[in-house]
């Protein structure tokens, strides 16, 4: 499917990128966390390449002029733009997520590209991956996707099932469950938001003192976007995922 986005200047993406990295250290220092400890992912959808190169671009820059952050990650909602973005910005050496969920049809075109699956909502998916990621050289970083508003527009597992699909998960071969992600609650309410990502917060730590295999890795938080990130950080946030803060507003796909 062909994609287009908004007008946004080299410079203009370069600004706003340099506003959530600053945005992300200010809610680390209210949590009175490293800043280190948050990595943005940038969420691409519908953007067209030379947008996401620009970003890209801009994020090195900044660290080559002193910035500490981590490099930002790429994450793709939609596997045939993961397709068609990826060997463009291979030069660039980025690291794909996939953070939309995942047909099993569609598991070995995401694998060419993606370093994790931040989508696993099922047992069946997660044995489509393990079976595929069998033969890589790394293990592929899975998360567990968990619906911690039980918006039915939302996917991923129940709360309440999350630890044990993330338990059977992370025993499969091939891969590393890397930790858990959410999407936020659709509400003006911060409470309501925060008690969302304290839930899954509660979830890792219930996988994590587990103790069974395959689990001592799974410290992740995938959680927060653009407008609750500081939420998502001051309940301990891994990653947070990033797109109209850094893009602007997506336009409709083309075609």
Known sequence: ???????????DVARRLAQVQERVAA??????????????????????V?????????????????????????GENRVQELVTKAPALADLEPTWHVIGPLQSNKVNAALRWAAAVESVADD?????LSGRA???????DVWVQANVSGEPTKHGVAPDAAADLAVRV?????????????????SDDERVVR?????????RDEVVASGEPGTEHAHGLSMGMSGDLEAAVAEGATVVRIGTAVFGLRATPAG
């Open 134 to 140: 069998q033969g890589r050289e790394q293990p592929l």
């Open 170 to 186: 992370a025993a499969l071969p091939g891969l590393r469950l890397a930790g858990l992600m959410t999407v936020g609650a659709r």
């Open 195 to 203: 008690a969302g990502f304290a839930r899954l917060r509660a979830v």
């Open 27 to 48: 809610a680390c220092a209210a949590a009175a966390r490293r800043p280190d400890e948050v990595r943005v992912l940038l969420a691409s959808k519908t953007m067209d």
């Open 50 to 74: 030379a947008t996401v190169r620009a970003a890209l671009l801009a994020d090195t820059a900044a660290r080559t002029a002193g910035a500490t952050h981590a490099p930002v990650l790429l």
């Open 1 to 11: 499917m062909p994609v287009r986005s908004g007008v946004v200047s080299s410079d």
């Open 124 to 128: 069946a998916l997660a044995r489509r």
